[in-house]
């Protein structure tokens, strides 16, 4: 094999999550043909700290978590890791609508690059909303001369290019504490990316995409879902529901602690209730509660199916807004730690009407068996996302902007850090 691959630079993504805090290390392979691929040599988990529903609460926490998380994944793979691509969640993303219109530059009207980026960065040219900066600008299509529906205008011949752009946005203040503990923890960043974009790439073939599929990442504070249809991104949205509140739930209706509520929801946890028996229980002190109390898995399925079926209640909203409630043919596909709840695929093919199954990772290598773990799901995708970049080819389904926050505060914190 040696002979046959040649491996290159090392790509590193960065999942801080409310529960978790997840590094993901990927290696560039490129073979005698030329041709790039990717191989997933490392994956680490830790206890997340300092953040509570998406948002850092503690910097020195959550710097902590994440520097643990990285020396653990230096250790595995070892080599330093220098950057890392970062994922960004949570209720601070909201995405808009913009179109750019450009006149073709060349004067035999054929349409290239740089016309297509400059029509891009035309539509970036908005009304940015309040304490917001731009992550992604994603073109949707393009039209040539009144001409829709283009794909891909290159080499075509026209006077006007128009590109229809869906924008996503994040707080810039969560950006900047973002920054600040990557930074603390000493590496660089590579580029902020929207974590449910990233993971979408990963866990759905271009098939998928062109027929019209929904990836839905349960994450613990919330839910984000994106849309494809016709190969590029429909809707995206992020619903203030996840994992953690079933694990509340448990907690409230079976009166007990979290901690022993979260072991209930991993170790015994059913979405569906139909067909478990009445007369099946456990002891919670076997789980860690100071008290003996007996419970039965009916109760406790009752309880996570009522919570989930609130969330795919949510999602079934989002693809009605958009007109397309049970009319993705590629269906819905889960990633994230909520999505390995026993019985998930089976309550949403009920709940949704559509196809179901569980998101893993399509086209990586992997010597880490965490590749089949779904709550990976987005940290792998962070780190294909950094291959497609880092490999040179341009992602077509997206535009990263300068980061102009991150790249002073860069500057900044390199002074103060010892």
Known sequence: MARNKTYTEIVAGLDIGSSAVRVVIGQLTVSKEGDNGLQIVGAVEVPSEGIQKGQITSIEDTVSAVSSALEQAEKIVGVPIEHVWVGVSGNQIITQESKGVIAVSRTDGEIAEEDIERAVDAAKAISTPLNYEILHVLPRGFSVDGQTGIKDPVGMTGVRLEVDTKIIHSVTSHIKNLSKVVYRAGVDIDDFVYLILAAGEVVTSNRQKELGCVVVNIGGPTTSIVVYEDGDVLHSAVIPIGSAHITNDLALGLKTSIDVAERVKVEYG????????????????????????????????????ARVGEILEKVDEELASIERSSMLPAGVIFIGAGGKLNGMIDIAKQELSLPAQLGYPLGVDSISDKINDIAFGPAIGLVKWGSVMTGGGRRKTSFNVTRKATEKMKGILKNLIP
Do not use: M, R
């Open 270 to 305: 059913e979405c569906v209730s139909k067909g478990i028996s009445k007369k099946e229980t456990i002891e919670l002190k076997d789980l860690g509660s100071d008290t003996s109390e007996i419970v039965t898995k009916y109760y406790i399925a009752q309880i996570i199916e």
